[in-house]
Antibody, heavy 121, light 108 residues
Framework: QVQLVESGGGVVLPGRSLRLSCAAS????????MHWVRQAPGKGLEWVAV????????YYADAVKGRFTISRDNSKNTLYLQIDSLRVEDTAVYYC??????????????WGQGTLVTVSS | SSELTQDPAVSVALGQTVRITCQGD??????ATWYQQKPGQAPLLVIY???NRPSGIPDRFSGSTSGNTASLTITGAQAEDEADYYC???????????FGTGTKVTVL
């Protein structure tokens, strides 16, 4: 069965960096695009970034472009999100999600349970 | 604009029908996908494409689109359908994604 397990969250000071990981299993990792989605406490979902199945292309939400870097290691079935210059407003649960596809449609068909990042002094 | 707008909250009597709408220009180009999220849980895909349900999603959930508005309909709402629902779509570039503002569904 498909499993996505995030790790790396915690409490960090503003301006510091953090790397989140998402360990994938139960499917052929290197044939799927992968996404990060975040949710601030009590707020809605916000798409953050996507990496194509082979890492050849990455795209970011305007709110995080330049500070966040999505990457993947297909040999380790692992997705990453490097977050630099953390801001208080980056406080959120960060989910990784698989990029499902069929008939040209794209969607997030499996999600991890999320990892909480709290940015506070 | 890549914004997707949803009503903040709707309520439905047990066993009745509720429709949740999502408005945005990108919906003229891309089908919406719909996600259900219960408190403390990760989102769950309920509708994708024209009107497709993943395995395990009850057939009381259905989707449709007209112009710049996508709809998720729950026909015969059950207590377990009480949750937040989010629409999602690609933006005009096709490479970015945007979520709707979310709708809280209360089953009375």
């Amino acid at each position: 069965q498909v499993q996505l397990v995030e790790s790396g969250g915690g409490v960090v000071l503003p301006g510091r960096s953090l790397r989140l990981s998402c360990a994938a299993s139960g499917f052929t990792f290197d044939t799927f695009g992968m996404h990060w989605v975040r949710q601030a406490p009590g707020k809605g979902l916000e798409w953050v970034a996507v990496t194509w199945y082979d890492g050849s292309n990455t795209y970011y939400a305007d709110a995080v472009k330049g500070r966040f870097t999505i990457s993947r290691d297909n040999s380790k079935n692992t997705l990453y999100l490097q977050i630099d210059s953390l801001r208080v407003e980056d406080t959120a649960v960060y989910y990784c999600a698989r990029g499902g596809y069929s008939n040209g449609w794209r969607y997030f068909d499996y999600w991890g349970q999320g990892t909480l990042v709290t940015v506070s002094s | 604009s890549s914004e997707l707008t949803q009503d903040p909250a709707v309520s439905v009597a047990l066993g009745q029908t509720v429709r949740i709408t999502c408005q945005g220009d990108s919906l003229r180009s891309w089908y919406a996908t719909w996600y259900q999220q219960k408190p403390g849980q990760a989102p769950l895909l309920v509708i994708y494409g024209k009107n497709n349900r993943p395995s395990g999603i009850p057939d009381r959930f259905s989707g449709s689109t007209s112009g710049n508005t996508a709809s998720l309909t729950i026909t015969g709402a059950q207590a377990e359908d009480e949750a937040d629902y989010y629409c999602n779509s690609r933006d005009s570039s096709g490479n970015h994604y945007v979520f709707g503002t979310g709708t809280k569904v209360t089953v009375l």
